[in-house]
């Protein structure tokens, strides 16, 4: 069985800096991704990573400030979070696709296979 858990929400303040980390178990996984649902809005593609680390994505809205990694022997991946901005509030999600996605499929949640539970960022002003 597949799981996948999220970790290291919390609260910040604008300008902080806060990774998250997820762990999959129970699978192979080619694509690992994270998504969000901020207040008001549907979910939304933040990143992507591919098993072997040599294909990334990122959301515009996230370009320059975010950074995503993994270790696929551990069946990790990392989101690095950095500049931090009150519209990045939201509950962030893990995914993981049994296929090497490449845009725009990557970016689309309907590709991924599996979802985590998610973990609450939440960004004061």
């Known amino acids: 069985q597949v799981q996948l858990i999220e970790s290291g929400g919390r609260l910040v303040q604008a300008g902080d800096s806060l990774t998250l980390s997820c762990r999959a178990s129970?699978?192979?996984?080619?694509?690992y991704a994270w998504f969000r649902r901020t207040p008001g809005l549907d979910r939304e593609f933040v990143s992507s990573i591919s098993w072997n680390g040599e294909t990334s994505y990122f959301a515009d809205s996230v370009k320059g400030r975010f950074t995503i990694s993994g270790d696929n022997a551990k069946k990790m991946v990392w989101l690095q979070m950095n500049s931090l901005k009150p519209e990045d509030t939201g509950v962030y999600y893990c995914a993981t696709a049994r296929e090497y996605l490449m845009v725009p499929d990557a970016t689309a949640g309907g590709w991924y296979d599996e979802w985590g539970q998610g973990t609450q960022v939440t960004v004061s002003s």
């Open positions: 129970g699978g192979t996984f080619s694509t």
